[in-house]
T-cell receptor
């Protein structure tokens, strides 16, 4: 069965430090991968997506992620954290065009001054 | 840009009551998805519709039903509400794009509290 695993339910970084949120998936077919961000009491906002082509994808707010097939990973990074990045981040995968998303458990990012 | 609109934003119901949640997708989006997010949980897929027909079904209780109308808006009907139904309910929409997949665009959700 297809699944998504986010390592670390809470990640805390200092402002200006590197952000690294981990996501691994399991699938027998090529996945389409997404990162969403959720601020308190708000909906899910798309950060970036990987469908085909270049494995390093850039998203909004300075985030990027790299699809590594050999590692079945799609980790999210940002070189320098900002206080406004504090939120819940969800990795998600789908395995067919227009299909439902399977979400990871989420990682809460805290940014310390 | 227009986004997915959900109403109401907040809803308080008592056990055994019914509730109806509405979702208005982004214009020209023909696919609607419903998700349930419990406290501290990841969103769980409930059901989806494409061109007014049910396209996929997830962990949706038999007490719940949904439909998509001719204007593509969708309604999630929930009956015999239980305390465990308290959650944030998201609607998302998408449409086929040249070359394949469009990502799901989510609304801000309806927070249902069952007392």
């Amino acid at each position: 069965a297809q699944s998504v695993t986010q390592l670390g339910s809470h990640v805390s970084v200092s402002e200006g430090a590197l952000v690294l949120l981990r996501c691994n998936y399991s699938s027998s077919v090529p996945p389409y991968l997404f990162w969403y961000v959720q601020y308190p009491n708000q909906g899910l906002q798309l950060l970036l997506k990987y469908t085909t082509g270049a494995t390093l994808v850039k998203g909004i707010n300075g985030f990027e992620a790299e699809f590594k097939k050999s590692e079945t990973s799609f980790h999210l990074t940002k070189p320098s954290a900002h206080m406004s990045d504090a939120a819940e981040y969800f990795c998600a995968v789908t395995f067919n065009q227009g299909g439902k998303l399977i979400f990871g458990q989420g990682t809460e990012l805290s940014v310390k001054p | 840009a227009a986004g997915v609109i959900q109403s109401p934003r907040h809803l308080i119901k008592e056990k055994r009551e019914t509730a109806t949640l509405k979702c208005y997708p982004i214009p020209r989006h023909d696919t609607v998805y419903w998700y349930q997010q419990g406290p501290g949980q990841d969103p769980q897929f409930l059901i989806s519709f494409y061109e007014k027909m049910q396209s996929d079904k997830g962990s949706i209780p038999d007490r719940f039903s949904a439909q998509q109308f001719s204007d593509y808006h969708s309604e999630l009907n929930m009956s015999s509400l239980e305390l465990g139904d308290s959650a944030l309910y998201f609607c998302a929409s998408s449409s086929p794009e040249a070359g394949g997949l469009t990502p799901l665009h989510f609304g801000n959700g309806t927070r249902l509290t069952v007392t």
